[in-house]
């Protein structure tokens, strides 16, 4: 397995690649000219690593919002940013199912998605136990949630309901972003 190369820089998106390797969603290179009402007024958006193995599966209304959101950073439509315990928690099931070649297709995703990856530095981990004192969030999603802040992000998409809105950054479920159709192109 390649390791470490690429984790923390941002690259363009090969969506529409992937999408029409799997022949599925091949619309999505196109990017949508409107905004989902529920992103107006967001332009830097904190994604939770639910969103992006969301993206990383074959079908449903959940991943097409992903897809979505992916496709409106790629076509800078938004800014989309992941904390560095993203990666992490993404690639832990294909690692876990030793499955190599899944592995790869997943981090080579990553890599290859217009996210920027932030990294967790001290203002960072002084938010996060901050964050952790006063809810009742875990580790991990109240480092994604103090770095999506750190970045500028005053919205944080997730499909974790029990993640709340916070001072200063604004929660989305996923579902709430999904297409009533979701074969349909959908709002970014």
């Known amino acids: 397995m390649r390791r470490g190369a690429g984790c923390t820089h941002r690259i363009q998106s090969h969506s529409f690649a992937l999408c029409a390797t799997r ?8 990017a949508s000219d409107s905004v989902h009402p529920l992103l107006s007024g967001h ?7 639910n969103v992006l193995i969301y993206r990383l599966e074959d079908a449903g209304a ?3 919002a992903a897809a ?8 800078g ?3 989309a940013v992941f904390s ?14 030793g499955d190599g070649s899944l592995f790869e297709m997943a981090a080579d995703t990553l890599r290859d998605l217009r996210i920027r990856v932030v990294p967790l530095d001290g203002p ?5 136990a901050c964050l952790r004192s006063s809810t009742a969030l875990g580790l991990e999603d109240a480092v994604h949630l103090a770095c ?10 997730t499909n974790d309901r029990r993640i709340r809105s916070t001072e200063r950054l604004a929660v989305i479920g996923l579902a709430d972003l999904a297409p009533a159709d979701p074969e349909s192109a959908g709002a970014v």
């Open 23 to 30: 022949r599925r969603c091949a619309h999505l290179h196109e």
């Open 43 to 49: 332009r830097t958006l904190g994604l939770d690593s």
């Open 62 to 64: 959940l991943v097409q």
């Open 68 to 75: 979505n959101l992916v496709d409106g950073a790629a076509g």
């Open 77 to 79: 439509q938004l800014e």
């Open 84 to 97: 560095a315990v993203g990666p992490v928690e993404v690639l832990t099931g294909p690692a876990r199912a």
């Open 124 to 128: 960072g981990a002084e938010d996060a």
């Open 148 to 157: 999506a802040r750190s970045a500028g992000a005053t919205a944080f998409v």
